[in-house]
T-cell receptor
Framework: DGGITQSPKYLFRKEGQNVTLSCEQN?????MYWYRQDPGQGLRLIYY???????QKGDIAEGYSVSREKKESFPLTVTSAQKNPTAFYLC??????????????FGSGTRLTVV | GQQLNQSPQSMFIQEGEDVSMNCTSS?????WLWYKQDPGEGPVLLIA?????ELTSNGRLTAQFGITRKDSFLNISASIPSDVGIYFC???????????FGKGTRLHILP
């Protein structure tokens, strides 16, 4: 079955460390997105990619980095420059930037906690 | 940037009650979407709306695309415990624009 997979489900990081969150899709989607979710804040866009080897900053890109070397994969690195990284991170994909008739397809999320 | 105002922010209801929530925008949208997020999971699409005035149902859920194209509504009838979660509205102006999400309505059901 096609879908979008995020791993790990839970991640713990020590302050000052970088950590990479994985997002893989086998839906043959060109566009992929990373969102951060905090209580009461909704979904805030971190980075998005419309095509392989290209990506753009979203609304809260500071302290994060991404790569898009393969169509299927869009990993997110939370760097030590991100001052408040504890959050729920969601990856999504779609046929194109505007989404298809189903909007965006989301993964099941990674909860990152700084200890 | 574009923003969607979703209300209420949270709701506490009794099982069996009907629920209404809405979403408004300062801009015209040509697509409205409603998602539900279960605790600890990603959002899942419930209903998609593509025409002004459109009324679409999915089981006990009914959503409407406002005539002005600046709002949308979601109703849930006869709520059950599994309706608990966060409901997000989302909109898109044009086919190639990114989808914009509201901040969500958190639904709690009292025993």
């Amino acid at each position: 079955d096609g879908g979008i997979t995020q791993s790990p489900k839970y991640l713990f990081r020590k302050e000052g460390q970088n950590v990479t969150l994985s997002c893989e899709q086998n839906l043959n989607h060109d566009a992929m997105y990373w969102y951060r979710q905090d209580p009461g804040q909704g979904l805030r866009l971190i980075y998005y990619s419309q095509i392989v080897n290209d990506f753009q900053k979203g609304d809260i890109a500071e302290g994060y980095s991404v790569s898009r070397e393969k169509k299927e994969s869009f990993p997110l690195t939370v760097t030590s420059a991100q001052k408040n990284p504890t959050a729920f991170y969601l990856c999504a994909s779609s046929i194109r930037t505007g989404g298809d008739i189903y909007g965006y397809t989301f993964g099941s999320g990674t909860r990152l906690t700084v200890v | 940037g574009q923003q969607l105002n979703q209300s209420p922010q949270s709701m506490f209801i009794q099982e069996g009650e009907d629920v209404s929530m809405n979403c408004t925008s300062s801009s015209i949208f040509n697509t409205w979407l409603w998602y539900k997020q279960d605790p600890g999971e990603g959002p899942v699409l419930l209903i998609a709306l593509y025409k002004a005035g459109e009324l679409t149902s999915n089981g006990r859920l009914t959503a409407q695309f406002g005539i002005t194209r600046k709002d949308s509504f979601l109703n849930i009838s006869a709520s059950i415990p599994s309706d608990v979660g966060i409901y997000f509205c989302a909109g898109r102006r044009n086919r190639d624009d990114k989808i914009i999400f509201g901040k969500g309505t958190r639904l709690h059901i009292l025993p």
